[in-house]
């Protein structure tokens, strides 16, 4: 299928060029058509009658540091297989997408609020130095250590990969607009290039963004930071 400088695709837009390379398709089976190249992964839905092409990496990370793989493992030692967090590193993650790489680790782990205390005296006792309790922005600055443990309010009805106890790129990405805590770790200024690298180049579930973003009423900041090239995708 031959493709154009277009960013976003509506449908009319598909159908058009898969009948430059097969005039012969009838409109039933272009529809059947772009529903196989929506399935092979070819093709994403962004939003109601848009698509962009596929070809962008996977968001990945994996937990680096001693001190991120000896809390995932006090955690999954001591609470039931069903208990909701989300753990990452500073590094692992942010310095994805930052110009000016970030030097000083930290670990966030984010559970819900009402085990926050819970979990804080757990890993206290479990031998964890630096474990520091949903600070302010002014206790980030006073008391990080290099591998610090930040432990956070996990939001309900964030968007996490459950299995694996992950922070998805959706919710990263809002975070990022959001969280007074990853402010303190990378210069306001990139923001809109982290944003453009992240819209652009990255896998992402848009309606799951938006979503997320309303939810955190960061929504007209996302707009304000999306490259030209996804404009209208957020004005739905």
Not at 6 to 20: G, Q, R
Not at 94 to 111: C, D, G, R, S, T
Not at 206 to 217: G, P
Request: glycine share 2%; with cysteine.
């Amino acid at each position: 299928m031959a493709v154009n400088n277009k960013f976003i695709y509506s449908t009319d837009d598909l159908m058009s060029l898969i009948l430059e390379d097969s005039p012969s398709y009838k409109t039933s089976s272009l529809y059947n058509k772009i529903e196989d190249m929506e399935n092979n992964g070819k093709i994403t839905r962004v939003g109601k009658n848009k698509y962009i092409l596929s070809g962008r990496r996977p968001f990945a990370y994996e937990l680096e540091s001693y001190n991120a793989k000896k809390v995932s493992r006090i955690i999954g030692n001591k609470y039931s297989p069903d208990f909701e967090y989300v753990i990452y590193e500073i590094t692992s993650t942010l310095n994805q997408f930052v110009n000016h790489l970030i030097n000083k680790n930290a670990v966030i782990l984010e559970v819900d609020k009402f085990f926050l205390e819970h979990v804080f005296d757990t890993l206290k006792k479990a031998g964890l130095r630096s474990v520091i309790l949903n600070p302010s922005k002014e206790e980030i600055f006073r008391y990080l250590e290099d591998g610090s443990i930040i432990l956070l309010p996990l939001i309900s009805r964030s968007p996490i990969d459950k299995k694996n106890h992950k922070i998805t790129i959706e919710k990263l990405a809002v975070d990022m607009i959001c969280s007074t805590t990853l402010n303190c770790f990378y210069e306001g200024a990139e923001l809109p290039n982290i944003f453009e690298d992240i819209l652009l180049n990255y896998k992402i579930k848009y309606d799951t963004l938006k979503n997320y973003a309303k939810r955190r009423h960061a929504l007209e900041k996302l707009k304000v930071l999306a490259p030209k090239e996804l404009e209208e995708m957020f004005n739905d």
